[in-house]
């Protein structure tokens, strides 16, 4: 069974004070990793896809990083609207193939304050 | 904004009722994805449509089902409805599942369940 877990489950840092958010996966054999960013009572929003270990993506404050057994978002210099929660979710591939739901972490609820 | 629409935004209803709830995807997405987001279990896939038909199933109870119609909009019924089917319920798309940048899942703004 796939499983997901991010640490920490929370993480409250000053504004400008950069930080790593964690993601162990267990997966049979990864399609994909995705991050995604959930403010409260909205839907997830997507930030990237890590296919391979050694691949990396960023994107304004953040960047992604992908090893074989977990991945990281490394946020630098973050401001007050960086907080959310961020969550982890991985996709595998299947004996039949096709695509399946995504199987998430709790994610991390990350505060920044001024 | 994803693109994804549902509808309701809000529902309130009691248990032992049946409710429908609706995801339009974004313009050219085949596939429509549910999920459940719920306090103590984190977000759970539920079922998976691609151009018409079922194409994954998840955590998904026999008293929830789902359909996509041919104007690729999809609505889930939950039925028999319990305290514990309190959640939001998030529809996801995406253009096909082909591999890479076309599986990317975009989700909608949810539909808040309350079951009295």
């Known amino acids: 069974e796939d499983q997901v877990t991010q640490s920490p489950e929370a993480l409250r840092l000053q504004e400008g004070e950069s930080s790593s958010l964690n993601c162990s996966y267990t997966?049979?054999?990864?399609?994909?990793l995705f991050w995604y960013r959930q403010d409260p009572g909205k839907g997830p929003e997507f930030l990237f896809t890590?296919?391979?270990a050694g691949e990396e993506k960023e994107k304004e404050r953040l960047k992604a990083t992908l090893t074989k057994k977990e991945s990281f978002l490394h946020i630098t210099a973050p401001k007050p609207e960086d907080s959310a929660t961020y969550l982890c979710?991985?996709?595998?591939?299947?004996?039949?193939?096709?695509?399946?739901?995504?199987?998430f972490g709790k994610g991390t609820h990350l505060i920044i304050q001024p | 904004d994803s693109g994804v629409t549902q509808t309701p935004k809000h529902l309130i209803t009691a248990t032992g009722q049946r409710v429908t709830l609706r995801c339009s995807p974004r313009?050219?997405?085949?596939?429509v994805y549910w999920y459940q987001q719920s306090l103590d279990q984190g977000l759970q896939f539920l079922i998976q449509?691609?151009?018409?038909?079922?194409?994954a199933k998840g955590n998904i109870l026999e008293r929830f089902s789902a359909q996509q119609f041919p104007d690729l909009h999809s609505e889930l019924n939950l039925s028999s409805l319990e305290l514990g089917d309190s959640a939001l319920y998030f529809c996801?798309?995406?253009?096909?599942?082909?591999?890479?940048?076309?599986?990317?899942?975009?989700f909608g703004p949810g539909t808040r369940l309350l079951v009295l």
């Open positions: 996801a798309s995406s253009v096909a599942p082909s591999g890479g940048a076309q599986e990317t899942q975009y």
């Open positions: 997966v049979s054999g990864l399609r994909g």
């Open positions: 890590l296919y391979s």
């Open positions: 979710a991985v996709q595998a591939w299947y004996s039949g193939g096709g695509a399946d739901g995504l199987t």
């Open positions: 313009s050219g997405d085949l596939s």
């Open positions: 449509y691609y151009n018409g038909e079922e194409r």
